[in-house]
């Protein structure tokens, strides 16, 4: 099993439709999460954090954590086709400088 | 503007001959850190270091040195470089266990 689990995608919305991307992890120790964006050929960019349960809203994006369920998802609201990307989801354990990253969810919006 | 660089951003080069891939960073981090992202694979830590003349191996370290001498500095060597280090690398940064992780703009290198 891997640590970070993420579907690979496509994940694939229209322009306008909220995109909902999905990442779980194994080690119960994990204390901080974050997404990133990352165009291809491109470094990945930070989009969020999220240390405890619950929600955290940043304008279109939503991160969601639910720590009993070793889950936490990205939600993106009006989905533009500038949004399309690969989603990576990074999760980082208790005391530890590491992050352990999926393999990232390809998100495409179409016009 | 606080960011990661590394130079070069592209490089072809053949088996064998040694390499450096520069990394620095403005942030005052403490924590440094290489990875290389390969299709399918997604990211893979080579190499991180904790603080100046700290380091230590990540997941996929084999046929690559690091030195940190200097805080805001972590190359990545090549020393006999072979075609399947063939990648896209990053250094990364961050300041500590709650700090958030920024990466450089990659280099992408071909090992012919």
């Known amino acids: 099993q891997k640590e970070v689990e993420q579907n690979s995608g496509p994940l694939s919305v229209p322009e306008g439709a909220i995109a909902s991307l999905n990442c779980t992890y194994s080690?119960?120790?994990?204390?901080?999460f974050f997404w990133y964006r990352q165009y291809s050929g491109k470094s990945p960019e930070l989009i969020m954090s999220i240390y405890s349960n619950g929600d955290k809203e940043d304008g279109r994006f939503t991160a969601q954590l639910n720590k009993a369920s070793q889950y936490v998802s990205l939600l993106i609201r009006d989905s533009q086709p500038s949004d399309s990307a690969t989603y990576l989801c990074?999760?980082?354990?208790?005391?530890?400088?590491?992050?352990?990253f999926g393999s990232g969810t390809r998100l495409l919006v179409r016009p | 503007e606080a960011q990661v660089t590394q130079n070069p951003r592209y490089l072809i080069t053949v088996t064998g001959k040694k390499l450096t891939v520069t990394c620095s960073q403005n942030m005052n981090h403490e924590y440094m850190s290489w990875y290389r992202q390969d299709p399918g694979l997604g990211l893979r830590q080579i190499y991180y270091?904790?603080?100046?003349?700290?380091?230590d191996k990540g997941d996929v370290p084999e046929g690559y040195k690091v030195s940190r001498k200097e805080k805001r500095n972590f190359p990545l060597i090549l020393e006999s470089p072979s075609p399947n280090q063939t990648s896209l690398y990053f250094c990364?940064?961050?300041?500590?266990?709650?700090?958030?992780?920024?990466f450089g703009p990659g280099t992408r290198l071909t090992v012919t």
């Open positions: 990074a999760v980082r354990r208790d005391s530890s400088y590491k992050l352990i």
């Open positions: 270091s904790m603080n100046v003349e700290v380091t």
């Open positions: 080690d119960r120790g994990s204390q901080s």
């Open positions: 990364a940064s961050n300041s500590g266990s709650l700090g958030e992780q920024y």
